[in-house]
């Protein structure tokens, strides 16, 4: 029944097709996602044109399929939001074309959701749902970490007026975090996205063994305040930012690229890509024990090494930030946040630091649709709506 809070939402500004009815912003009546994984794995990477087809095969039965776990139909609800950005211009029309269909045969809203943001409420919406007493009010301001396979990206998330607003504290430079994990995965011959496997495969190799200078994950700051050139649009923004909350994970990709070169583990990874994926005999589903079977301790200490450096760098930056804003709760959100290193020392060093610290629960942390919805219910209360001409930003800031 209209008038009881229900959204639907529709994300596809990657490699997942999703969609989810959440009401009131708060409680996930169904989140279902497609992903895109098999298409993509042989690649070691996301090809959107692939994507935009797998897109076009699942929106139609990803959306039947949230409406029939919710147990609704369209006529029960509210307004339908999507992503419109940021992200690939092909994948984000399919959803954006679809959802304008959807709104406008049903006489619906449209809502148009920043995927950012979206990352942001997922922690929001898990908070939320956690029984009285135990959930932080949602009208403190928070210090939001957004890393994924796109961003790595500093906000100051204030709530005013039932809305929230957003200011860049930091961001990546160049690489995003998850962006370099998928990279030195590759590298190494393991699966996409390589988040997952360096999880679990870090775990077993020493993280102190390889050090990686400081320099090689230090942003390039004398290129602050310079004047734009080609970027222009890149570059202006980070004109504004401390430095000391700017990020860059290019340079450690390249260190361990080195690391293999000089150690001459490039044959070794180029068997593992056979043994696990490639070859004949490629198990159809390779498992974490399959990998650790092709990793001498060698490429598990570099493994471990690179992880502590990332997570230790993303940890440094951001209570430094949260420090000199003087804000007492930090939310970690975006695939990268599933990460069990992460998770753990950004727990310890909370402790240490007085300051709360929050994730989204691990379906939640990758890209999904309920977090759509859930940053989408402030808008539709404020009757914030998009126009029927609303198009794909890929941009979108
Ligand atoms: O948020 P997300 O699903 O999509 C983007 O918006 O990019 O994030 C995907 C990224 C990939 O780079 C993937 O390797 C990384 O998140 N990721 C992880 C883990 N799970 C996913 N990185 C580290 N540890 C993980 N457990
Ligand atoms: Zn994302």
Known sequence: MPGSGLILAIESSCDETAAAVV??????????VASQIATHARYGGVVPELASREHLRAIVPVVRAALAQANITLA??????????????????????????LAFANHLPLIAVNHLEGHIHAVLLNERSLPDGQSTPDNDPALALVVSGGHTHLYLASPANGTWHYTLIGRTLDDAAGEAYDKVAKL?????????????????GNPHAVLFAFSQIKPKVHLLGQPPRTKAAKTAPIANLDPHFLFSFSGIKTAVLRYVELHNLRPEAESRRETLFTGPNAPAKPTIEDALATCDPQTLDLIAS???????????????????????????????????ELRSRFTAEAARHHVTVSFPTLALSTDNAAMIA?????????????????SADPSLA
């Open 23 to 32: 009401e009131r912003g708060a409680r996930t009546l169904s989140s279902v």
């Open 76 to 101: 029960d609800l509210d307004a339908v939001a999507v992503t419109s950005g940021p992200g690939l211009a092909g994948a984000l029309l399919v959803g954006i074309t679809y959802a304008k269909a």
């Open 188 to 204: 190494l011959g393991l699966g996409y996205p390589g988040g997952p496997w360096i999880d679990a495969l870090a775990q077993h």
């Open 306 to 340: 690179f992880q502590h450096a990332v997570v230790g760098d993303l940890l440094k930056k951001t209570f430094a930030a949260a420090e000199s804003l003087s804000v007492p709760r930090i939310l970690v959100t975006g695939g990268v946040a599933a990460n069990r």
């Open 374 to 390: 859930a940053a989408a219910w402030p808008r539709f209360l404020a009757h914030d709506f998009a126009q029927p001409d609303l």
